[in-house]
């Protein structure tokens, strides 16, 4: 079982950052990997950036460039660094927990989210 704390959120005008962090109940070193979602009003859900553990990381298109995700296996927490921020990006961002069990199956956990709104 993990619990998932996220933070960080808030408005910020176009062009600025935000770092979100989230925070686990237990050590990340062992969970296999840990993405940043975000889901905007009347869309669905959608993969941000995700980080494995052993750090390799990935992105989505969108947010190349501008938002870099990492981890702190010591705080038990990972961030998203967002900069450059744009009106769309606006959205409830997620983080997401995933560990792969010894019997092969895959458990997957999820933050309460942190609202993060870009506008002028």
């Known amino acids: 079982q993990v619990q998932l704390a996220e933070s960080g959120g808030g408005l910020v005008q176009p062009g600025g950052s935000l770092r979100l962090s989230c925070t686990a109940s237990?050590?990340?070193?062992?969970?296999?990997?840990m993405d940043w979602y975000r889901q905007a009003p009347g869309k669905q859900r959608e993969l941000v950036a995700g980080?494995?553990?052993?750090?390799?990381?990935n992105y989505v298109d969108f947010v190349k460039g501008r938002f870099t995700i990492s981890r702190d296996n010591a705080k038990n927490t990972v961030y998203l660094q967002m900069n450059s921020l744009k009106p769309e990006d606006t959205a409830v961002y997620y983080c997401?927990?995933?560990?792969?069990?010894?019997?092969?199956?895959?458990?997957?956990?999820w933050g309460q989210g942190t609202q993060v709104t870009v506008s002028s």
């Open positions: 997401n927990a995933v560990l792969v069990m010894s019997t092969g199956g895959v458990n997957s956990y």
């Open positions: 237990r050590s990340i070193f062992s969970i296999n990997a």
């Open positions: 980080i494995a553990s052993g750090g390799r990381t």
